[in-house]
């Protein structure tokens, strides 16, 4: 560096420091004694020649079990936090400049370190008091004695006063969920308006038996939320919202809140998914119910009938033993339309006519129903959306395709390291190559390509293996597409690459093929 070479980040810990050398020191204290036996790694530099600025991407990794003067007591909990320096020299190379850009806050939050605040200490009180279950006892003397809540959440709908929400909070985090746990991930306050903002999560298992609450599930939920916590001019807080996601956290342990869905087309839904076929759903929908989807193995499906009888393959002959499971429903009364969001999961063990032999792969694939019923409450009409090449993958079938024959065969013949000698059969003689990449940048001919590419699969990679992930083609301008996935481990010598370094690369990666 240079003797006065400055530092600058807009980070809490560092907001004071504004030289190298200050910082430098800053980082031997934090390195060597709150954090020994700390690492760290270069993810990626680069240096752009008309700013003469380098650029440092870099994660550190420590665990705080030392006393360092200014810092709270070891903790003893580790941080994995994420940074970039941008390092500026001058003319003789010398560092003159440094800045950190750093989620200070975050890192913090890792090892349980507080930053000093501004919070009112009532709010921050108020917090935990809730958090921890110690109902109204413990929390009302953070608050007024009329505080108010408010949250658009179901399960919270009709609680309007913090009393009642702090007695909510003890029967869940002391009685249906006990031994339950949270974190407190950031805290800030805006002293204009008089409002704390809290960034929780909260951890639990339905153990416990609760009124008003199904049975325990022995499901665990890990759920984020905010409160937006207002204090008056004493310090005390008067009004509380919670911004809360209560559907995903009532999904993660089983709980089905009261729904509007009209019950056949829940009851079709289950039917269908655990493959009863048309003898079971037929209670549920007209007996000309239609059937639709965008998706290739269902496109000649019309009606329920169809589609029930071709689930009921699926789940009960090619994947004995499947399971789904009902992530969300909802109903818009305006349309007389429900929506099913779903996720299945199956291993293709068994044979079935039309599909391919059984290739023991598993699949787990989200789809949604879109389900009209008539003025009855029957299911008239079902659309499904769902990505159905992915799930195809994932168990190795291949769909029939558009894709010329010559550009798969192609694209096999290149990945498994065929070299040009295989591969000019499906190219013209003088088949172009691009790409921006720094290794490929001079390569402009499929010939070397190919080539290229053998060193890396045969040479470089021994052993090394792809997917194909997806395929489809534009017949608009003749272009075919490939998404795959290279794996492999370096640890052969190729001329023009470092040598073995016996570590292992998983790249995805698309071809456009014209």
Same mark, same amino acid.
């Given at each position: 560096?240079?003797?006065d070479?400055?530092f600058?980040?807009?980070?809490?810990?560092?907001?004071?420091?504004?030289?190298?050398?200050?910082?430098?020191?800053w980082?031997?204290?934090?390195?060597?004694?709150?954090?020994p036996?700390?690492?760290?790694?270069?993810?990626?530099?680069?240096?752009?020649?008309?700013t003469n600025t380098?650029?440092?991407?870099?994660?550190?990794?420590?665990t705080?079990?030392?006393?360092?003067?200014?810092?709270?007591?070891?903790?003893?909990k580790?941080?994995?936090?994420?940074?970039?320096y941008?390092?500026h020299?001058?003319?003789?190379?010398?560092?003159?400049?440094?800045?950190?850009?750093?989620h200070?806050?975050w890192a913090?939050?890792?090892v349980?370190? /507080?930053?000093?605040?501004n919070?009112?200490?009532?709010?921050?009180?108020?917090?935990?008091?809730?958090?921890?279950?110690?109902?109204?006892?413990d929390?009302? !003397?953070?608050?007024?004695?009329?505080?108010?809540f408010?949250?658009?959440?179901?399960?919270l709908?009709?609680?309007?006063?913090?009393?009642?929400y702090?007695?909510?909070?003890k029967?869940?985090?002391l009685?249906a969920?006990p031994?339950?746990?949270?974190?407190l991930?950031?805290?800030?306050?805006?002293?204009?308006?008089?409002?704390?903002?809290?960034?929780g /999560?909260?951890?639990?298992?339905?153990?416990?038996?609760?009124?008003?609450?199904?049975?325990?599930t022995?499901?665990?939920?890990?759920?984020?939320?905010?409160?937006?916590?207002?204090?008056?001019?004493?310090?005390?807080?008067?009004?509380?919202?919670?911004?809360?996601?209560?559907?995903w956290a009532?999904?993660?342990?089983?709980?089905?809140?009261?729904?509007?869905? #009209?019950a056949?087309?829940?009851?079709?839904?289950?039917?269908?998914?655990?493959?009863?076929?048309?003898?079971?759903?037929?209670?549920f929908?007209?007996?000309d119910?239609?059937?639709?989807?965008q998706?290739e193995?269902?496109?000649?499906?019309?009606?329920?009938?169809?589609?029930?009888?071709?689930?009921r393959?699926i789940a009960?002959?090619?994947m004995?033993?499947s399971?789904?499971?009902?992530?969300?429903?909802?109903?818009? #009364?305006?349309?007389?339309?429900? +929506?099913?969001?779903g996720?299945?999961?199956?291993?293709h063990t068994?044979h079935?006519?039309?599909? #391919?032999?059984?290739?023991?792969?598993? &699949?787990?694939t989200?789809?949604?129903?879109?389900m009209?019923?008539?003025?009855?409450g029957?299911?008239?009409?079902?659309?499904k959306?769902?990505?159905?090449?992915?799930?195809?993958? !994932?168990?190795?079938?291949t769909?029939?395709?558009?894709?010329?024959?010559d550009?798969e065969?192609?694209?096999?013949a290149?990945?498994?390291?065929?070299?040009?000698?295989?591969?000019?059969?499906?190219?013209?003689?003088?088949? &172009?190559?691009?790409?921006?990449?720094?290794?490929?940048k001079?390569?402009?001919?499929?010939?070397?390509?190919?080539?290229?590419?053998?060193?890396?699969?045969?040479?470089?990679?021994?052993g090394?293996?792809?997917?194909?992930?997806?395929?489809?083609?534009?017949?608009? +301008?003749?272009?075919? +597409?490939?998404?795959?996935?290279?794996?492999?481990?370096? +640890?052969?010598?190729?001329?023009?690459? #470092?040598?073995?370094?016996h570590?292992?690369?998983?790249?995805q990666?698309?071809?456009?093929?014209h």
């Amino acid at each position: 560096c240079t003797h006065d070479a400055i530092f600058s980040a807009q980070a809490e810990p560092l907001k004071d420091i504004k030289t190298v050398y200050g910082y430098s020191e800053w980082m031997k204290g934090i390195a060597l004694v709150a954090m020994p036996g700390s690492s760290y790694e270069l993810n990626s530099q680069s240096f752009d020649a008309k700013t003469n600025t380098a650029m440092f991407f870099g994660t550190f990794h420590g665990t705080h079990s030392g006393h360092l003067e200014g810092f709270p007591a070891p903790t003893y909990k580790s941080m994995e936090t994420q940074y970039v320096y941008s390092i500026h020299v001058n003319a003789h190379g010398k560092v003159d400049k440094i800045t950190k850009v750093w989620h200070s806050a975050w890192a913090a939050a890792q090892v349980g370190w /507080t930053a000093p605040s501004n919070v009112p200490a009532d709010a921050v009180h108020l917090f935990h008091a809730c958090e921890s279950g110690k109902g109204w006892h413990d929390c009302k !003397q953070y608050c007024t004695h009329d505080a108010i809540f408010s949250a658009q959440a179901e399960p919270l709908k009709d609680i309007k006063t913090v009393y009642g929400y702090s007695e909510w909070m003890k029967g869940i985090a002391l009685v249906a969920m006990p031994g339950s746990s949270y974190e407190l991930n950031s805290q800030s306050f805006d002293a204009k308006t008089n409002t704390a903002m809290f960034f929780g /999560t909260f951890h639990g298992t339905h153990s416990g038996h609760l009124e008003g609450f199904p049975a325990p599930t022995y499901k665990s939920m890990e759920t984020q939320y905010v409160y937006s916590i207002h204090v008056n001019a004493h310090g005390k807080v008067d009004k509380i919202t919670k911004v809360w996601h209560s559907a995903w956290a009532a999904a993660q342990v089983g709980w089905t809140a009261p729904s509007n869905v #009209p019950a056949d087309a829940v009851h079709l839904f289950h039917a269908c998914e655990s493959g009863k076929g048309w003898q079971e759903c037929m209670h549920f929908c007209t007996h000309d119910a239609s059937f639709d989807a965008q998706a290739e193995p269902l496109k000649d499906i019309k009606t329920m009938r169809g589609y029930a009888e071709w689930m009921r393959g699926i789940a009960v002959v090619a994947m004995p033993g499947s399971s789904y499971e009902l992530n969300a429903q909802s109903f818009d #009364p305006e349309t007389s339309t429900a +929506t099913f969001f779903g996720t299945f999961r199956g291993t293709h063990t068994g044979h079935l006519h039309g599909f #391919p032999a059984p290739t023991h792969r598993s &699949m787990d694939t989200q789809y949604v129903y879109s389900m009209h019923v008539n003025v009855h409450g029957k299911v008239d009409r079902i659309t499904k959306v769902w990505h159905s090449a992915w799930a195809a993958a !994932q168990v190795g079938w291949t769909l029939s395709s558009s894709v010329p024959v010559d550009a798969e065969h192609l694209f096999h013949a290149c990945e498994s390291g065929k070299g040009w000698h295989e591969c000019m059969r499906y190219c013209t003689h003088d088949a &172009m190559f691009s790409a921006q990449a720094e290794p490929l940048k001079d390569i402009s001919t499929v010939y070397a390509y190919t080539e290229w590419m053998k060193g890396i699969a045969v040479v470089a990679m021994p052993g090394s293996s792809y997917e194909l992930n997806a395929q489809s083609f534009d017949p608009k +301008t003749s272009t075919a +597409t490939f998404f795959g996935t290279f794996r492999g481990t370096h +640890t052969g010598h190729l001329h023009g690459f #470092p040598a073995p370094t016996h570590k292992s690369m998983e790249t995805q990666y698309v071809y456009n093929m014209h």
